[in-house]
């Protein structure tokens, strides 16, 4: 009888894009091929630059990619959570990793090598299509991202990071949306390409304004629809 961690950590696995084409027994046996990885909070698992022969699906915590510029200012890419998947890049357009992917949290996580990758999407063609999907997704949220840059203004940008992060990681309560980032104010910088001072002032304007209350490394949405409105 399985364990209630269990039960929920086979949910959770089902929904990433490699297992959610497969019948339950193709999945199982998927599953069974990978490794488990941990990685403590804080920890590297792989730099930008090392060679890639695996990717990985998140079971638990939250994993950051960075980048980082010639002098080492540091661009945060994305944060993966539950059932999201990465390092599929070197795969697909061998190469080096192109970011660093850093433990937010303590993590587990499960690693397939490219070559079991390669086989499985030859014997289910199905596979191949919803990784072309999330690739597809991550490109519009990358040229999103970049029109936000050139288009927006840094509040505004903060909103749409709170927002976004809110889809990932939000949990209604009765008291308001809670955001439970796990991000320091440096990374919440880093994600929206703007100083840890020009963030600090767009939150305590939000604050100020009623529509989120701050936490230690999580934002309180208080109210949707302005803050939704203000990241447009
Ligand atoms: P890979 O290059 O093998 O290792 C780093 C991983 O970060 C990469 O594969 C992708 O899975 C992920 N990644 C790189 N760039 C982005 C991005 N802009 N948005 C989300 N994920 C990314």
């Not at 059932?83 to 061998?94: K, V, Y």
């Not at 397939?112 to 490109?139: E, K, M, N, S």
């Not at 440096?186 to 209350?213: H, I, M, P």
């Amino acid at each position: 009888m399985p364990t209630a961690k269990e039960v929920k950590d086979d949910e959770i696995v089902r929904k990433a894009p490699l297992f959610s084409a497969l019948d339950d027994e193709s999945a199982a046996s998927l599953r069974a091929s990978m490794i488990p990885v941990k990685v403590s909070k804080g920890n590297t698992l792989f730099k930008e630059g090392d060679a890639g022969d695996r990717l990985f699906v998140v079971i638990d915590g939250k994993i950051k990619l960075g980048a980082s510029s010639g002098d080492g200012r540091e661009n945060l890419l994305s944060i993966l959570g539950p059932s999201e998947m990465f390092g599929e890049l070197s795969l697909f357009d061998p190469g080096p990793r192109t970011a660093t992917a850093t433990a937010v949290t303590d993590c587990r996580l499960l690693s397939l090598a490219y070559d079991q990758v390669v086989g499985l999407i030859t014997a289910h063609p199905r596979v191949g299509l919803q990784l072309l999907g999330r690739l597809a997704q991550r490109l519009r949220r990358s040229n999103e991202g970049l029109s936000d840059l050139v288009f927006s203004d840094v509040p505004g940008r903060v909103a749409k990071a709170i927002m976004d992060l809110g889809t990932q990681f939000g949990v209604e309560k009765d008291d308001g949306y809670h955001v439970n980032h796990d991000l320091t104010q440096e990374e919440l910088a880093q994600r929206v390409g703007a100083s840890r001072e020009t963030v600090n002032k767009a939150l305590a304007d939000f604050a100020g304004r009623g529509w989120v209350r701050l936490e230690p490394r999580a934002v309180v949405v208080l109210d949707i629809e302005r803050l939704s409105k203000r990241g447009r």
